[in-house]
C-alpha cells in the first residue's frame, strides 16, 4: 500500500478450464494486480485499474482463457446491445400515460401525486363556493 488513498492488491486465481481438451495443457495460474484510488474522506472508489498475468500458465491455457474470455464479452455486448434497442423502441411508442399521476412542480423526479377526482370532491368545492357567495350576498344585504 502506497498510502491509505492508494491501496494495492494483489491476488492469483488457480484452476482447471472447463473443457477437458484444455484441461490435457494444465492450470490456469492468474495474478492478478488491482490498484485503487479512494476518496479519503467518504472511502469510495474513485479510479480502479487492473492488469492480469498469465506468463506461468501454459501458451494452450492462455488461449483458452483468452478465446473463453472474448466469448462471454460478446455475448453480455450482445445483450446490451439488444436492452438498449428495447428501451428505445419502447419510449418511442405511444403509451397510454396516466393523467391522475403527475411529477412534483419543484423538479424531484422521484415525487408524484395523484389527484382524487371523484364525485364527492366536487360536491364539497362547489357547496362552499355556494357558501361563500350566500355569506357575500348576506353581508352586502346587512352593509348597504
Known amino acids: ?4 488513498s492508494e491501496p494495492h492488491i ?12 484444455f484441461r490435457i495443457a494444465g492450470d490456469l495460474v492468474v495474478r492478478v494486480n488491482s490498484k ?7 472511502g469510495q472508489v474513485i479510479e480502479h485499474e487492473e492488469s492480469w498475468d498469465l506468463s506461468e500458465s501454459p501458451l494452450v ?5 483468452w478465446a473463453s474470455r472474448r466469448l462471454f464479452a460478446t455475448i453480455e455486448a450482445r445483450k446490451d446491445v439488444s436492452g438498449s434497442i428495447k428501451d ?4 418511442m411508442a405511444i403509451e397510454n400515460k396516466n ?10 423526479p422521484t ?13 364539497y368545492q362547489i357547496a362552499l363556493f355556494l357558501a361563500l357567495v350566500y ?3 348576506q353581508f352586502f344585504r346587512t352593509t348597504l
Request: glycine residues 4%.
Open 1 to 4: 500500500m502506497l498510502s491509505t
Open 61 to 65: 491455457s492462455q488461449a483458452y482463457f
Open 88 to 91: 428505445l423502441t419502447k419510449d
Open 135 to 137: 355569506f357575500v350576498v
Open 111 to 123: 415525487k408524484f401525486f395523484k389527484m382524487d377526482d371523484n364525485f364527492q370532491r366536487d360536491f
Open 36 to 42: 485503487f484510488t479512494l476518496n479519503q474522506i467518504s
Open 10 to 21: 494483489k491476488w492469483t486465481i488457480r484452476g482447471k478450464p472447463k473443457s477437458p481438451i
Open 99 to 108: 393523467v391522475e399521476i403527475y411529477p412534483d412542480p419543484t423538479g424531484d
